[in-house]
């Protein structure tokens, strides 16, 4: 735990800092003020969702896979003045899978105690968070609330997120993910429910300062998150973010870089980390009735050469969320910041209550060597190339009017290059195709 050393008293002297009062100095937003003292509120939402898979790219799975599955959240809220005090209960189940299907803890979490937490106002615009919560830090894409997944990552500890002035705020948290039980194939595939706990052998530190107000609608982001685990990797990962969001008839970017540096495990001591992430996206929304967006985004996520005792290069996605960027997860979602270069190119558009979403992707491993981690396959000796593929991904969703419901499909195909038919253990040549459809009822 070497890494808290150098860092904890800085993220403690920040958290110190809001809860004692500093935030009383930042200035409050326009027609802002104290929400009502005394009152419950209750929301939540149900998703029903089924999902197909064919010719799979894992190792070791062949033949087709289903999952039927639900997620069922409810979220109560007591605003005492000062404080909030909040709990969630979360359901998520699965049905119609067997002893070969895709299965991890994020499908299945049976009657859980999801969030439970205390919210203290520390001034008019900042809020110091203690207990269980979920939590999204900038792009999300090392920390990320994934709406998409049946069990969306959740930490225990402590948040602080501070006004400093009009265009300055300042995220600073010191937490550990929890640990999602139970974790064993058996247990899973039967829905038993076992409480989760917090898992204090890894920890997770970090700073992060958004500035807005910047010409042209701009806004920068910069962030220091530590990870620290037992046995496992201590690192840093050093974050700088420029993004303009989209409008009707402008171009919008979002151009982020991650270095990552500390000391990752090895056979014999350890090696330094150097590792990195460059995201590169550029679109533009049209001024027509569907406002139709076009992007392209290139993505490189390093990977490790594996030579000796040279600096490893892998990048770490920490608990980044990959359906923003990737397309969907689930029995799906083939592609991970960790080893992985990619070019894709996406269409959005939105004609009355309808949303449509199609994307085109091409990914190769960053390095020949390293591993295609989601897969589970790796080719030591580089003779199995670098292509994983071309991912396609279409999707449709529609509102019902008058109502809390929403409904949407999609497809996606992974059109397997060499490596992902020919490395080791690879069992299935053809094309992966991948269809779902879900349901969601919000209330």
């Known amino acids: 735990m070497g890494f808290w050393r150098g860092q904890a008293g800085m993220i403690a002297a920040a958290l ?19 929400a009502p003292q005394g009152r419950l509120d209750v929301s939540g939402s149900l998703r029903l969702r089924h999902e197909t898979l064919s010719a799979p790219f894992r190792t070791g799975r062949t033949g087709s896979d289903q999952l039927a599955s639900w ?3 409810i979220l109560a809220e007591y605003d005492a003045g ?38 203290v106002r520390t001034g008019p615009q900042s809020s110091l968070q203690l207990g269980r919560f979920n939590m999204a830090i900038g792009s999300s894409r090392l920390i990320a ?28 948290f010191y937490v550990a993910p929890v640990r999602i039980e139970p974790r064993d194939r058996a247990s899973l595939l039967d829905n038993e429910s076992r409480i989760d706990a917090g898992n204090w052998y890894m920890q997770l530190a970090g700073l992060h300062l958004t500035r807005t107000g910047l010409a042209g609608r701009w806004r920068g982001e910069a962030y220091a998150i530590g990870l620290d685990e037992e046995g496992g990797p201590s690192l840093i ?17 979002d151009l982020e870089t991650v270095l990552q540096t500390g000391r990752q495990p090895a056979p014999g001591g350890g090696r330094d980390i150097r590792a990195a992430l460059i995201h590169l996206g550029l679109g533009y929304t049209f001024e027509d009735p569907w406002r139709t967006r076009l992007s392209a985004h290139l993505v490189h996520a390093g990977g490790d050469s594996a030579a000796g005792n040279d600096p490893f ?3 770490n996605p920490v608990f980044g969320g990959r359906s923003m960027d990737f397309g969907p997860a689930a029995l799906f979602g083939p592609l991970a910041r960790e080893n992985l270069n990619s070019a894709s190119l996406r269409y959005q558009s939105r004609p009355g209550p309808v949303e449509l979403q199609a994307r085109v992707q091409e990914a190769w491993l960053a390095t020949a060597r390293d591993r295609w981690r989601i897969a589970g396959l790796r080719d030591a000796s580089g003779q199995s190339g670098r292509r994983i593929g071309t991912v396609v991904d279409v999707s449709i969703g ?3 009017a008058q109502s809390q419901i929403h409904i949407e499909a999609g497809l996606g195909v992974l059109f397997k290059g060499r490596f992902a038919r020919t490395a080791p253990g690879a069992t299935d040549p053809r094309d992966t195709v991948y269809s779902f459809v879900q349901l969601t009822r919000r209330f």
């Open 16 to 34: 110190l800092a809001g809860a004692s009062g500093v935030a009383a100095a930042a200035e409050p937003a326009a027609g802002g003020g104290a």
């Open 398 to 400: 529609y509102g019902l």
């Open 145 to 172: 609330h994934n709406h998409t997944i049946n069990s969306p990552f959740n930490f225990d500890g402590a948040r602080l997120r501070q006004s400093l002035t009009q265009h300055w705020a300042l995220d600073a």
């Open 82 to 119: 000062p404080v909030v005090l909040g709990a969630e209960l979360l359901d998520a189940r699965g049905v119609l899978n067997d002893s070969g299907s895709v299965l991890t803890p994020n499908l299945i979490n049976t009657l859980e105690p999801y969030q439970l937490y205390a919210r």
């Open 313 to 315: 290069h892998r990048f």
């Open 237 to 253: 990962s050093w974050g700088a973010r420029l993004m303009r969001p989209p409008a009707p008839g402008a171009l919008d970017a």
């Open 71 to 73: 997620s069922l959240r």
